[in-house]
């Protein structure tokens, strides 16, 4: 259970990226973001733009701290990748400008609104533009009756940056999808197939990758709920934003396909990362891939995620998601636990001490032995000299370590149970069947 809780915190602060979301935040934001594919299906026009300028069309209230302002954005479409094509476009948004950054909360309405702040004049868009919903038309009777405007998509995703070598990906990808759809029936395989295409880029890795699992996670929705003799319902995966609800991606997915994705994440180099890289956490989209291929792994990929926590290229939120990963893979009692016990010990600080009622029994030892976790440059105390009084405490619990210290242990313990189980494969056991 406290592994299932900790994935879904995981989740929530990887899958909200950097960007979005660094996965060291300890809280979820608002919304998971909408993926290339939902917003495809959601748009009624997707364009190329560069920013052109922001204009201030009113202050609607000036508070001591800050102030609200009514502003618009104009934008100057150079191409078309799906609808009907124009020149221009603009919104409207609500911004609150501060007096001070010291004065700046992190509240919500950094996460209710697009952050365009950033943007400066020539900056490359795209604009995933859909029509006014109708609700929106009905608080304005004066607009009944004209042709309903364009709108974001999504209020965050539907403008999305990018770079100028980053256009070109997502047109190729925005293009297939116009293919795909041009039936009137959508052909689930296509589909299947340009979301592996979309893992293979890092640049889209998360919105393949993330479908991909909503996709298996449906499935298993499904087949629970038809065991139980009840109906599937989509409303569960309201979490999941507006991703893919389609279980026939999961269902339809083959060996020789799994083992494709399977490839890209084992492909990648376990080299040890930059301190600055490591801050920066594992990424939104190699996240997803660790938890798609999760569902069907073996002990050779768990073997590539070990690979990873010797190297000590992660953080230790990073850790702790990839501990879970390798436990769920190997399915075995000490690697969960170990797992678990690595989870608890997340939330201090590396040079805060460890009180001695949370050291657990027999991790004294392990920490005395001295850290296995390459981050760490801690050296193990000198215990030469230690009096039975001292080793008495020791051993009750009360030994000053960190929680640096602490977590080097509990990581050497971790990998030390996971070789064993991979070694150490337990039989299967026979099915009813046989």
Known sequence: MFRSLLCAAILCAVVLSGLIFSPNAQACPVKIPETLLALYRNSKEIHVARFDKKLVESVTSNEKEYSILNVKYFFDISSTLKGESRKMFSYGDTEYRYLSNENEPVDEFRTESIDSSSMKAGDLVLLFLKEEEPDEREAHPADRDKKPELVLTDYR??????????????????????????????????????????????????????????????????????????EASENRFYFFGEGTRNSQYARLMTDAQKQAVTNILISAPTKVRS??????????????????????????????????????????????????????????????????????????????????????????????????????????????????????????????????????????KFISAADMAIANPKAEEPSAEN
Not at 208 to 227: I, P, Q, T, V, Y
Not at 282 to 308: F, H, M, P
């Open 157 to 230: 995703d539907g403008l999305k940056q990018v770079k100028e070598s980053e256009l070109s990906v997502y047109e190729t990808r925005i293009n297939e999808l116009n293919k795909i759809f041009a039936s009137e029936k959508e052909d689930n395989a296509a589909v299947l197939q340009w979301l592996i295409r979309c893992i293979e880029d890092p640049l889209t890795r998360w919105d393949g990758a993330f479908d991909l699992n909503s996709s298996f996670l449906m499935k298993e929705h499904e087949d629970e709920a038809a065991r139980a003799g009840e």
């Open 275 to 412: 301190q600055e890289e490591k801050e920066n956490g594992l990424s939104r989209g190699d996240y997803a891939l660790i938890q798609l291929v999760t569902r069907w792994a073996d002990s050779k990929v768990a073997g590539y995620l070990l690979e990873r926590l010797r190297t000590g290229r992660d953080d230790r939120w990073d850790v702790s998601s990839i501990m879970n990963s390798i436990s769920d893979i190997l399915d075995d009692k000490d690697v969960e636990a170990a797992s678990d016990a690595y989870a608890e010990a997340l939330g201090g600080d590396d040079n805060e001490i460890v009180s001695g009622s949370e050291v657990a029994d027999g991790d004294e030892k392990d920490v005395a032995d001295g850290p296995a976790d390459p981050e760490s440059k801690s050296e193990s105390p000198d215990r030469s000299d230690d009096t039975p009084e001292s080793s008495a405490i020791a051993d009750a619990g009360v030994q000053k370590i960190t929680y640096l210290e602490l977590r080097a242990a509990l990581l050497a």
